[in-house]
């Protein structure tokens, strides 16, 4: 009887001490925030406030862009391409007809200002550096006489006619030296006089190349094309009806692919239309962020007699729908905020914000939806 009271007392003790074991483990499983980090997660939802790492901002791509006034009827969108400025972009050719020895650079090599990029060899280049050295001799021969004369001159040994002749002769053998000299370098002529450098009038990079070893070539045949990434321009087909609110010195803001906008100005525009497009062509001045020459991007220019709107245009997917409003995410120390924003037409993927933001703010332009979502998961967490 004692043993059977023993063993019923140990089962008893057991049981309990199971029991609370696994009391702990629900505790354990869940567990909640106390409530004083539960009160600050609520009202940092209810805010619509988005806490978030420049770290993170910049792994889900999220493209922050400050917002300015302008409504959107005094906005002129416009397809866009860009082009090296005239002075970013050179073609290179032959001085002198040839057949090409050397080839140094390829495509998409860097060049330097004055850097040679092939050599040609050309019959021409030969008989230019042999005019420059008769001429050169000439030249020499004049001057010795000219010394000889005038010694002779001041010795009353020779008469003023023969000293003022070698003058004349040593001032035109002068002369011809000089143009030789100068036909010689503006055809690259080497320094053996058997070819011709191609060499390049600007740094840049090598964006043609139809240079082929052993090829004849003549002068006017191109054989690279170098242009200077630093040194573009945005051409932007303005239409008619548009192009007479089109002014030097307008805002401009080019729009790339990847959603990234640089702003810039009107730097001129075409006092006419292309016959065949009937569009003007507007020149934009921009800086070199990120742009390739032949790059496709759209402008949005905004004419000084118009952009004294104080309307501000965003990029319609920054526009988000939370619990039925329209709002915006507004970039703030630590992440983004949302705000109720009124929103008036929308067209060709911008929106009109009639009142909610002013100008200067900055806002989630693209990838906006991800702050909805990452808001929705706060709002849902509380329930």
């Given at each position: 009887?004692?043993q059977?009271?023993a063993?019923?007392?140990?089962g008893?003790?057991?049981?309990?001490?199971?029991?609370?074991?696994?009391g702990?483990?629900?505790?354990?499983?869940?567990?909640?925030?106390?409530?004083?980090?539960?009160a600050?997660h609520?009202?940092?939802?209810?805010?619509?406030?988005?806490?978030?790492?420049p770290?993170?901002?910049?792994?889900?791509?999220?493209?922050v862009?400050?917002?300015?006034?302008g409504?959107?009827s005094?906005?002129?969108?416009?397809?866009?391409?860009?082009?090296?400025s005239p002075g970013?972009?050179a073609?290179?050719?032959?001085?002198?007809?040839?057949?090409?020895t050397r080839?140094?650079?390829?495509?998409?090599?860097?060049?330097?200002?004055g850097e040679t990029?092939?050599?040609?060899?050309?019959?021409?280049?030969?008989?230019?550096?042999?005019?420059r050295?008769v001429a050169?001799?000439?030249a020499?021969?004049?001057?010795?006489?000219?010394?000889?004369?005038k010694s002779?001159?001041?010795?009353?040994?020779?008469?003023?006619?023969?000293?003022?002749?070698?003058?004349?002769?040593?001032?035109?053998a002068?002369a011809?030296?000089?143009?030789?000299?100068?036909?010689?370098?503006?055809a690259?002529?080497t320094?053996?006089?058997?070819?011709?450098?191609?060499?390049?009038p600007?740094?840049?990079?090598?964006?043609a190349?139809?240079?082929?070893?052993?090829?004849?070539?003549?002068?006017?045949?191109?054989?690279?094309?170098?242009?200077d990434?630093?040194?573009l321009?945005?051409?932007a087909?303005?239409s008619?009806?548009?192009?007479?609110?089109?002014?030097?010195?307008?805002r401009?803001v080019v729009?790339?692919?990847?959603?990234r906008?640089?702003?810039g100005?009107?730097r001129?525009?075409?006092?006419?239309?292309?016959?065949?497009?009937?569009?003007?062509?507007?020149v934009?001045?921009?800086?070199?962020?990120?742009?390739q020459?032949?790059?496709?991007v759209?402008?949005?220019?905004?004419?000084?007699?118009?952009?004294s709107?104080?309307?501000?245009v965003?990029?319609e997917?920054?526009v988000?729908?939370v619990?039925?409003?329209?709002?915006?995410?507004?970039r703030?120390?630590?992440?983004?905020k949302?705000?109720?924003?009124?929103v008036?037409?929308?067209?060709?993927?911008?929106?009109?914000?009639?009142?909610?933001?002013?100008?200067?703010?900055?806002?989630?332009?693209?990838?906006a939806?991800?702050?909805?979502?990452e808001?929705?998961?706060?709002?849902?967490?509380?329930?």
């Open positions: 009887m004692t059977d009271r063993r019923l007392m140990g008893i003790a057991a049981a309990v001490l199971l029991a609370g074991s696994g702990f483990g629900i505790a354990r499983l869940t567990d909640r925030p106390a409530p004083s980090e539960a600050e609520h009202d940092e939802a209810s805010d619509g406030v988005v806490v978030l790492t770290q993170a901002l910049a792994a889900a791509g999220i493209l862009q400050p917002v300015s006034s409504g959107m005094g906005e002129i969108l416009a397809q866009a391409t860009v082009t090296g970013g972009q073609v290179l050719t032959a001085r002198a007809a040839g057949a090409v080839i140094y650079k390829r495509l998409g090599d860097p060049v330097r200002v990029l092939a050599v040609v060899e050309s019959r021409e280049a030969a008989q230019i550096a042999a005019d050295s050169s001799a000439k020499t021969l004049a001057q010795r006489t000219l010394a000889r004369e002779l001159y001041e010795q009353r040994v020779s008469p003023r006619v023969d000293y003022e002749q070698a003058q004349a002769e040593a001032q035109a002068s011809e030296a000089r143009r030789a000299e100068t036909a010689a370098g503006a690259q002529v320094a053996d006089g058997h070819g011709v450098l191609v060499s390049s600007i740094s840049g990079r090598v964006t190349a139809t240079a082929t070893l052993g090829a004849f070539v003549q002068p006017e045949t191109e054989l690279f094309r170098i242009a990434p630093q040194l321009q945005v051409e087909a303005i008619g009806a548009d192009a007479p609110r089109v002014a030097p010195g307008d401009a729009e790339l692919p990847d959603g906008t640089i702003e100005r009107v001129s525009i075409t006092p006419s239309l292309n016959t065949e497009t009937r569009t003007a062509t507007a934009l001045d921009v800086p070199p962020l990120g742009l020459p032949g790059q496709s759209r402008a949005r220019i905004v004419p000084r007699v118009t952009g709107s104080t309307t501000i965003v990029p997917e920054a988000q729908s619990e039925g409003r329209d709002v915006v995410f507004v703030t120390a630590t992440g983004f949302s705000v109720p924003v009124t008036g037409q929308r067209s060709a993927g911008r929106a009109e914000i009639v009142a909610g933001l002013a100008a200067g703010q900055s806002i989630a332009a693209r990838n939806f991800l702050l909805k979502a808001l929705g998961k706060g709002e849902g967490g509380e329930h």
